[in-house]
T-cell receptor, first 114, second 113 residues
């Protein structure tokens, strides 16, 4: 069975600073993808970034980067230069390469302080 | 480009009533999913479909039924609503490519009294 753990229920960060949101996962699948989503207070789910288990480089998308440590089974999201609009729930998710289902973590609520 | 749409956006039911939530996608995706989101529990998979005419149970299927008669539509039914089914329901779709993300609908907020 697959499982995603996000140990930080809530995080605070000062505007313009960087923040790391933790994600660890457990899977027996040899190949998988890791995804991060943002859910602002308006409720929609927004895809942020993807990392494949065989990707050699850590994924980056603008101010988002993924600190992927395969041996430790962690896929932490790094947000650089935080903005007030980054305040939201953030979910880590995993999908095996040869499966169709996504497994989500419980989420981390990020609050950016002015 | 509509993406994934859900109908209705809000609904209040009394215990024992039935209802159907409609999800539609215009991206020609093979896979479609229904999740429920409860505080502190993230998204939990109710049912999913890997193609027209096929459905399968997810993590929390009890009390729900689904149908996928057309590729673009995925219906979630509650035959006899219970207060424990008060939640926000999200529909999502994805292609069969393992590297592709899911695309989510805007959600339906359901309250069962």
């Amino acid at each position: 069975a697959q499982k995603i753990t996000q140990t930080q229920p809530g995080m605070f960060v000062q505007e313009k600073e960087a923040v790391t949101l933790d994600c660890t996962y457990d899977t027996s699948d040899p190949s998988y993808g890791l995804f991060w989503y943002k859910q602002p207070s308006s409720g929609e789910m927004i895809f942020l970034i993807y990392q494949g288990s065989y990707d050699q480089q850590n994924a980056t998308e603008g101010r988002y980067s993924l600190n992927f440590q395969k041996a430790r089974k962690s896929a932490n999201l790094v947000i650089s230069a935080s903005q007030l609009g980054d305040s939201a729930m953030y979910f880590c998710a995993m999908r095996p390469y040869y499966g169709q289902n996504f497994v989500f973590g419980p989420g981390t609520r990020l609050s950016v302080l002015p | 480009n509509a993406g994934v749409t859900q109908t209705p956006k809000f609904r209040v039911l009394k215990t024992g009533q039935s209802m159907t939530l409609l999800c539609a996608q215009d991206m020609n995706h093979e896979y479609m999913y229904w999740y429920r989101q409860d505080p502190g529990m993230g998204l939990r998979l109710i049912h999913y479909s890997v193609g027209e005419g096929t459905t399968a149970k997810g993590e929390v299927p009890d009390g729900y039924n689904v149908s996928r008669l057309k590729k673009q539509n995925f219906l979630l039914g509650l035959e006899s609503a219970a207060p424990s089914q008060t939640s926000v329901y999200f529909c999502a779709s994805s292609s069969s490519r393992s590297t592709d993300t899911q695309y989510f609908g805007p959600g339906t907020r359901l309250t069962v009294l």
